[in-house]
């Protein structure tokens, strides 16, 4: 029949204009997020035992480790980046960490204006320096 596309067209936005609405105001409304979602990586600088399984872990070797031994000999972490423009959230490294140092938070607001800022320091006390170096040997 001519014009029943037209009609079935119709209804279907009738239908969906009384329906409740599902458009959030964001960054006003917050979405509820399921349990297990994946934003960021953070990092508890004194349960990493610099073992190097999260990075041997990573299928695209996107984390990089620095430490120096102490006094008895006992490797102390220094520096920890990930070049999260590269990162799959596969939480492989995360499931390999022996002490739980490493863990997923649910912070999902992580768009930057360059690039090379995807490579981040989870080690809140390494020097700018290091993180610039890895930075510029990723570009
Ligand atoms: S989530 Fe996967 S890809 Fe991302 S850093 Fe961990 S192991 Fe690597
Ligand atoms: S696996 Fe865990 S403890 Fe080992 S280096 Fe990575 S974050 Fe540190």
Known sequence: MYGSGLLKGLSITIKHFFEKKITQQYPEERPALPKR?????????????????????????????????DENNKKKLTGYQMMMGSC??????????????????QKYENAVFFRQNLNVS??????????????????
């Open 37 to 69: 979602f994946r934003g960021s990586f953070e990092l508890i600088p004194s349960k990493c035992i610099v073992c190097s399984l999260c990075s041997n872990a990573c299928p695209n070797n996107i984390i990089s480790i620095q430490s120096k031994k």
């Open 88 to 105: 799959l959230y596969c939480g492989f490294c995360v499931e390999v960490c022996p002490t739980g140092a490493l863990y997923i938070t």
């Open 122 to 139: 989870l080690f809140k006390d390494e020097p700018e320096q290091m993180l610039q170096a890895v930075r510029s040997e990723a570009e």
